[in-house]
């Protein structure tokens, strides 16, 4: 089975999952029931997704997306759909003994098409056709209000469950978005009651998920590309003695931010270091090349993630003060999933030439790597690429030239 595609347990599992938080699908319907492909992700974009679904499926063509469930429906909000895909897709439910109706929404959250029962419906009633949905939306409202009012890096991580709410309420699914309202506000109330006894708590629980991420990240590239990096020895009891810090009844917040610079520091260590060998001497000298390539293309995914950083900032600024551009903010994050094709693969790749042996073994590795590029250019051929430098109408910006001129380089490290 492909990477993404699920049936029976695994669909079943990431169903139950959707209840509480939309998961990422692609859907290739093929001639044949059996046929189908039906892809689900908690992390990876939808277009990833798509990309597989494309590659592995047996029809022509993919719809994509973000799939939720509230109790006997089963939503799909469709960056692209296909028309008949509701039938398909619930006949195909049904016989993985998911008895679901399916709802397809486009991106606005307009009902496009659904394949409902409606004795299954009589038998589980949403209610969300008597539900003031104005009630809900003025509820979301004033917690729209305290979120703006919290510190810049407290409200990041509201951003995203906020406007899955908003989402739902717009789309009349009452009874999750008043769900997702109740568990936005507890969060509220504990991250305020937090910042009002201990400023540094607030701090704390706005920054330390993130970089928790970063850790683990850095400690499993390290892990995989450089095990013997004293690094990350630092790095985990670094990180372990500022969760520890701020844990239990005399937890000291003050202290363990205080700690996040030096582990910030540490894992960019971690994420730019060269093997060395026993002896401590600098690594296989034929491999520096391609160490040499790995750091341009770390450098460039830096660059390139900055670049786009900045050009989301310019269209939001500009939606904030156009109201009627109002409906394009919650698309603004998605132009991450536009390189999101650019992905981690090209790194590893270059990181098992370095670790191969010379010879048949690293020749093999600078195959795989070859293709890896071939891909990435590839991606480099969309209209988003061709456009998004010098035509995206917001700001001056170096995704593209960026990603050109690295991957150059490395091509030139692999011929």
């Known amino acids: ?136 939306m003025a509820r979301l409202q004033v917690i729209s209000d305290r979120i703006k009012a919290l510190p810049k890096d407290a409200r990041a991580q509201f951003a995203k469950p906020f406007k899955t709410v908003v989402a739902q309420a717009r789309a009349g699914k009452v009874a999750a978005s008043e769900t997702g309202a109740e568990k936005l506000e507890t969060a509220l109330d504990k991250l305020e009651k937090a910042a009002a006894a201990n400023p540094d708590a607030a701090k704390w629980a706005a920054n330390a998920p993130k970089v928790k991420a970063a850790v683990a990240d850095a400690l499993d590239y390290g892990t995989t590309s450089y095990p013997d990096n004293p690094d990350l020895t630092k790095l985990k009891q670094a990180w372990n003695w500022a969760t520890e810090a701020a844990g239990g009844k005399d937890a000291d917040y003050g202290k363990a931010l205080a700690a996040l610079p030096a582990i910030v520091a540490l894992v960019k260590k971690v994420r730019t270091a060269q093997p060395s060998d026993a002896s401590g001497a600098a690594a296989d000298q034929d491999a520096q090349p391609f160490a040499d390539a790995r750091q341009t293309w770390q450098a460039a995914c830096s660059k390139m993630d900055a670049e786009l950083k900045k050009l989301q900032v310019e269209i939001a600024k500009v939606c904030k003060a156009a109201p009627e551009l109002a409906s394009m903010l919650p698309r603004v994050k998605s132009l991450a999933d ?23 073994m690293r020749d093999k590795s600078k195959t795989t790597a070859v293709k890896v590029l071939d891909e990435f250019r590839k991606e480099l051929n969309s209209d988003f690429f061709k456009k998004v430098d010098s035509q995206n109408g917001f700001a001056e910006v170096a995704i593209a030239k960026t990603a050109h001129t690295a991957l150059n380089e490395v091509s030139n490290a692999l011929s």
């Open 1 to 136: 089975m492909a990477a993404y595609q699920v049936e029976g347990k695994e669909l079943k599992k990431l169903v139950g999952f959707a209840k509480e938080k939309p998961v990422a699908f692609a859907f290739n319907p093929g001639a044949k029931e059996d046929e189908h492909y039906f892809g689900l992700d908690r992390k990876k974009p939808a277009k990833m997704i798509a990309k597989e679904a494309k590659e592995v499926g047996k029809g022509k063509k993919v719809a994509f997306g973000n799939m939720s469930v509230a109790g006997m429906e089963m939503r799909l909000t469709c960056e692209r759909q296909i028309a008949g895909m509701a039938k398909k897709l619930k006949k195909w439910l049904k016989k993985q003994k998911v008895g679901l109706n399916v709802i397809i929404m486009d991106a606005d959250g307009n009902i496009v098409e659904s394949d409902i029962d409606e004795d299954a419906a009589a038998a589980e009633p949403q209610g969300q056709e008597t539900v003031d949905v104005a009630a809900i």
């Open 338 to 360: 536009h390189v999101a094709g650019l992905d981690g693969r090209l790194e590893k790749a270059l990181t098992a030439i370095i670790n191969a042996d010379a010879g048949d």
